[in-house]
């Protein structure tokens, strides 16, 4: 069972009022994965929130996912909007600039609420005709894999026969790609995919240990445990269960879904938990304004998603000046209500706190679900450019991105030579507690802490003095 660190959480929980906006838990962690999920429908969306690739920081996120395309009537990917393809070039010119950048494909979606998979993986012939397919139509557009994106196996059609032709079509893609690189002396594609976090939906679904051992990385999706189709206020991806849960609730939360995949023996250094962008939004119905609280339905639209039930983090950003801010001390999430509107969201502080707790529990690292519901342009929360992601990417210990530069190269630089034979990390500066030493590789880079913090080395964070 994944067991709930004790010393930083309560470090975490001891902090109120202006830190809760700014603290900065720069744990590192083990984990090397920082998966980011970026939508082609988000081009749609009006004014500042449109996204393409053209948005995306190619120094940001490890691996970028663009979704989705689809799979047609002859059992090939099939792009589903109009300018896909033009979009792919763009994404995967991303990589001349960051190199080290990787690319995957997402395939899945429903047509007229039924995954395209059920009728593909029925027949042997109709899942190598996909397989052949996928390789051709990835080497094509420049993609480093493929994302599996059936939401979710065993949903439709007979639901033992899609959870063994899952794993089928799981092992088979593996091989060809293990092939294909060999016969081609290419670099092997990579193969991830999106599953469940429901325990019920895992065990209906997936032969865990049989998957793992042929995926790359496993994005659980670990948010969406609460929404507006119930009658009262639930987070969208708490950290841990609430008194108030109750039956099948107890484990709708990222400690008991991820406790669930190990213990199917997943590998946790597969294992990618799910931080989203947005929050889940409700309708308050009484005077009531805290988790569990009596509601009906969801909040207003946001007006630059303009879907009902959710909310874009920059939509939130905005949707915070004039609330009422709450915490949830036992899951450790925010959420915050204005009139009879509430929404249930992470930020820093949150993503703080599920950074340690993957740490901790020795994952492989971090999906984002989605780019383009962060504040990718900087416009809405006065912090920047990503503010979460960046966020995130720092509390995981990666090291500055090429707009930050190593300290002066002066012959004997005290500075230069921090670093040097000393573990990866980060370290107090002695001389100027507002600044941290950075070490990554042996090179030393200086940061600074946001103004009026200073570095704490007990929890490697910058915060009140």
């Known amino acids: 069972m994944v067991q709930k660190p004790d010393s930083q959480q309560e470090a975490v929980r001891s902090i109120s009022g202006p830190a809760l906006g700014v603290l900065l838990v720069l744990h590192i962690a083990s984990s090397n ?10 081009q749609y969306r009006p004014s500042v929130a449109k996204f393409t690739p053209d948005n995306i920081d190619p120094f940001l996120c490890t691996h970028v996912i663009y979704a989705l395309t689809s799979i047609n009537s002859f059992n090939q990917i099939s792009p589903i909007e109009w300018n896909d393809e033009q979009q792919f070039v763009r994404l995967n010119l991303l990589k001349n600039v960051n190199p080290a950048l990787k690319t995957l494909l997402s395939v899945g979606g429903t047509v007229n609420g039924i995954s395209p998979f059920i009728a593909m993986v029925a027949r042997p012939e109709s899942r190598a005709a996909f397989i052949r397919s996928a390789i051709s139509y990835l080497r094509t557009h420049n993609f480093d894999g493929l994302n599996l994106a059936w939401e979710y196996p065993a949903h439709n059609g007979s639901p033992q026969d899609d959870k ?27 193969l991830s995919a999106n599953v469940a976090s429901f325990r019920p939906t895992i065990d209906r679904a997936y032969e865990v240990k049989k998957i793992a051992l042929h995926l790359d990385f496993i994005n659980v999706m670990t948010y969406d445990f609460h929404g507006h189709w119930e009658a009262a206020t639930g987070h969208n991806s708490p950290l841990y269960r609430s ?20 213990a199917l023996e997943a590998p ?25 609280a009596p509601s009906n339905g969801p909040a207003d639209a946001g007006p630059y998603t303009r879907t009902a039930g959710f909310w874009a983090y920059y939509e939130i950003c905005d949707f915070i000046a004039g609330a009422t801010i709450g915490w949830i001390p036992e899951q450790e999430v925010p959420y915050a209500t204005y009139g009879s509107s509430w929404v249930g969201y992470d930020d820093l502080r949150s993503y703080s706190s599920k950074v340690q707790w993957m740490s901790t529990n020795n994952l492989g690292g ?4 989605t780019l383009d519901q962060d504040d990718f342009g900087g416009s809405f929360c ?12 720092v509390s995981m210990g990666f090291p500055p991105k090429p707009t ?16 040097r034979g000393r573990p990866d990390g980060l370290y107090e500066n002695v001389a100027d507690k507002t600044t941290y030493f950075q070490c990554f590789l042996g090179n030393t880079y200086l940061n600074r802490c946001q103004p009026g913090l200073i570095f704490w080395d007990s929890c490697k964070c910058c915060n009140w003095p």
Request: hydrophobic share 35%; with cysteine; proline share 4%.
């Open 366 to 369: 971090a999906h984002v679900w």
């Open 243 to 262: 008194a108030m849960d109750s039956g099948s609730h107890v484990h709708h939360n990222i400690n008991s879904s991820v406790s669930h995949w190990l």
């Open 404 to 419: 930050t530069t190593p300290a002066p190269t002066t012959t004997r630089d005290p500075i230069k030579e921090f670093c």
């Open 268 to 292: 946790a250094e597969k294992l990618l938990l799910g931080f989203p962008t947005y929050g889940r939004t409700y309708r308050l119905t009484t005077g009531s304004t805290g988790l569990g």
């Open 33 to 42: 994965k920082l998966v980011c999920h970026m939508t082609n429908w988000a």
């Open 382 to 393: 006065s912090a920047g450019t990503y503010p979460l992601i960046n966020h995130l990417r």
């Open 164 to 190: 063994l032709r899952f794993t089928l079509l799981v092992a088979e893609l593996a091989k060809a790609f293990e092939d294909d690189a060999k016969d081609n002396r290419k670099t092997q594609l990579l």
